[in-house]
């Protein structure tokens, strides 16, 4: 119930594409979604987050669609760059569940 | 402080030690978390604290962790007896409140590791 699965576990895309992770969830009671980005050596930085009540959101180059139905979720990066080359986790919370619960992490490489 | 401090950034410890971690919250955040990050892999829940509420100490992988809090301050994440299994980053992050929809910061880590 409180699991949140994420894939792919890795990425390589080149500079310009569009790479796109994807995560699912069980426990309905679930109702906020965030991002995290995460650079060697650094702690995670929340990047975007969304709410049941939207489909999507956007900022800047980042786009989370949510799929309430489905309990799905993913994060698309717009014209990516090399400087997007990170780990990106999804999270959720909601409910009784009052940490985030993390996803196993995306490795993304944007070649140059 | 401007962010999460934790302390210290890279431990190298004997097998059967015990070691303490130490993390400072952003002033005037109320919630703590503790997370273990193992090499390549998610974030793994561990405790949490709000206010002088009773901690969640539901995600503790075993006896040997203990956490302990003062007031809304530091906090201190315990190994006792330490196992090699117990080598990943221990990363410790706070919010304003707990509850969702609040953003949550972490700091750089603890880099443990036991030999």
């Known amino acids: 119930q409180q699991q949140v699965k994420q894939s792919p576990q890795s990425l390589i895309v080149q500079k310009g594409g569009i790479p796109i992770i994807n995560c699912a969830y069980e426990n309905t009671a679930f109702d906020y979604f965030p991002w995290y980005q995460q650079f060697p050596g650094k702690g995670p930085a929340l990047l975007i987050a969304?709410?049941?009540?939207?489909s999507e959101k956007k900022e800047g180059r980042f786009t989370i669609s949510f799929n309430k139905s489905a309990k799905q979720f993913s994060l698309h990066i717009m014209d990516s760059q090399p400087g997007d080359s990170a780990t990106y986790f999804c999270?959720?919370?909601?409910?009784?569940?009052?940490?985030?619960?993390f996803g196993s992490g995306t490795q993304l490489t944007v070649l140059p | 402080g401007a962010g999460v401090s934790q302390s210290p950034s890279n431990k190298v410890t004997e097998k059967g030690k015990d070691v303490e971690l130490r993390c400072d919250p952003i002033s005037g955040h109320t919630a703590l978390y503790w997370y273990r990050q193992r090499l390549g892999q998610g974030l793994e829940f561990l405790i949490y604290?709000?206010?002088?509420?009773?901690?969640?100490k539901s995600g503790l992988p075993s006896d040997r962790f203990s956490a302990e809090r003062t007031g809304e301050s530091v906090s201190t994440l315990t190994i006792q007896r330490t196992q090699q299994e117990d080598s990943a980053v221990y990363l410790c992050a706070s919010s304003l409140v707990t509850g969702t929809g609040n953003t949550i910061y972490f700091g750089e880590g603890s880099w443990l590791t036991v030999v």
């Open positions: 604290f709000q206010g002088n509420s009773a901690p969640d």
């Open positions: 999270a959720a919370n909601g409910g009784s569940a009052r940490q985030l619960t």
């Open positions: 969304i709410r049941p009540d939207v």
